[in-house]
């Protein structure tokens, strides 16, 4: 069965960082886009931050303060994410895309940044 499990969510002050990582089992395929979505209450969910064979691309309103990376050996994905802000409170989730085009979620990481 496949599991993408995310960590690293937390209460961080403004200005703090914080590194989500997510690791996936079970997925028995090659992994060509992995990518960090988030939701923030009342809000749908937008793309952070994508990583694949063409590279990387963030939502511009992270650009400069979030960094995404992947271990394609460990199925893992990161985000580094430093000079928080408020509005960056939300349920982070992972997603990866396989080679076939099979789509996995994990089931969210909770970081909320205090003002």
């Known amino acids: 069965q496949v599991q993408l499990v995310e960590s690293g969510g937390d209460l961080v002050q403004a200005g703090g960082s914080l590194r989500l990582s997510c690791v996936a089992s079970?997925?028995?395929?090659?992994?060509?886009?992995m990518a960090w979505y988030r939701q923030a209450p009342g809000k749908q969910r937008e793309s952070v931050a994508v990583?694949?064979?063409?590279?990387?691309n963030y939502v511009d309103s992270v650009k400069g303060r979030f960094t995404i990376s992947r271990d394609n050996a460990k199925y893992t994905v990161y985000l580094q994410m430093n000079s928080l802000k408020p509005e960056d409170t939300a349920v982070y989730y992972c997603k990866m895309i396989s080679q076939h085009l099979n789509s996995y979620w994990g089931r969210g990481t909770q970081v909320t940044v205090s003002s």
């Open positions: 079970g997925i028995r395929e090659s992994i060509y886009t």
């Open positions: 990583i694949s064979g063409g590279g990387t």
